[in-house]
C-alpha cells in the first residue's frame, strides 16, 4: 500500500541523513497481490524515489487464488546443477 512505501521511504531518509547521503536511493516496486493492484495508482504516488512499477505475475495468480498449470514456460537455456549435461552426466 501507500502506506508501505512511504514507511520505507521515511526510513531510507533518516538513514541517508544520518549518513550524510547526498546521492537519493531510488526505488522500484514489485506489485504482486490484488491489494497492490488495487492501490497501483496510490503506490505509484506514495513517493519521489518512486523509479518503475513491476508486475508479478505469479504472486499475483496466488494472491488471487487463480488455477494455473504452468507460469511462463520452460527455457531450455536455463539449467540447475543436477540436470543431466548433453552427455548424460
Known amino acids: 500500500t501507500a502506506a508501505d512505501v512511504y514507511a520505507v521511504d521515511m526510513l531510507v531518509t533518516q538513514i541517508e541523513d544520518a549518513k550524510g547521503l547526498k546521492k537519493r536511493i531510488g526505488f522500484e516496486h514489485i506489485i504482486e497481490t490484488a491489494l497492490g493492484m488495487q492501490n497501483v495508482h496510490e503506490i505509484a504516488q506514495a513517493s519521489k524515489r518512486n523509479e518503475s512499477l ?20 520452460v527455457n531450455p ?5 543436477t540436470d543431466a549435461d548433453a552427455d548424460g552426466a
Do not use: E, K, M, W
Open 54 to 73: 513491476h508486475f508479478g505475475v505469479a504472486d499475483y495468480a496466488a494472491s488471487t487464488r487463480a488455477r494455473t498449470t504452468i507460469i511462463g514456460g
Open 77 to 81: 537455456d536455463y539449467a540447475v546443477l
